[in-house]
């Protein structure tokens, strides 16, 4: 595992920008590979920066989400559809039908479970795959427990990650009980791997990280069997090593 540790969050976001944006300029129709959640959020706005002054192309550019909320529509204010098109979609060229993300509210998430699968084989593997990482170490909506063997599915959310993201909700009861998430050897078949991740509240985490060993317990440490990751953090959620 490759390890950038920067100085600060906006440090961090620089970083992953210069990745993504090196890998665009090697292939035009790259494959990125986006999460959601606060973390890559400084990414995005670097990334919609070089597109806006830097003439950063994503004509050609392919993406797929990790995961999605079940239960709420694409136009949910707290769906990552809507997450995606306000953080960056929305502000960068790229055609929206070459953005994918699974549907929470398909009338058979089984069946969508599959049909993402599928994408993921037909658009993918991405070259980049940009992850955050829980403070339970879950990957996308993998939480603690999940197979290393996983493709895409619909999985119960811990009460912790309910906890951590009723931030985003009116009110915690709000927070969807399930979601669709890529499986952890679907997010394996990425060709890189870009995992974020700042700030104190995860230094627990990115230690169990370091200095673990693989376990499905903990999702993150999947990605020891990954031959090609880059870990960017800040010394804030790198500060207990
Ligand atoms: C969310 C997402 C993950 C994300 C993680 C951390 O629930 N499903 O993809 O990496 O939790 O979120 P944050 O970056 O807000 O700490």
Known sequence: MNIIVADHYEALSKEAAKII???LQTKLGSVLGLATGSTPLGLYEELIQGHRERDVSYKHVHTLNLDEYVGLDKHHPQSYHVFMNKRLFNHINIPLKQTHIPS????SLLDECKRYELVIDEVGPPDIQVLGIGQ??????????????GITHI???????????ARFF????????????????????SKHILLLASGAKKAAAIQRLLTGEANEAFPASALYGHPNVTLIVDKEAYKEM
Request: hydrophobic content about 30%.
């Open 104 to 107: 929470g509210d398909a009338s």
């Open 155 to 165: 999985t119960e959310l811990a009460h912790s990650t309910r906890e951590a993201n």
């Open 21 to 23: 944006e090196e890998q």
């Open 170 to 189: 009116s009110s915690p009861e709000d927070v969807p009980t399930h979601a669709i998430t890529m499986g952890i050897k679907s997010i394996l078949k």
């Open 136 to 149: 339970n170490g879950h990957i996308g909506f993998n939480e603690p427990g999940s197979s290393f063997a």
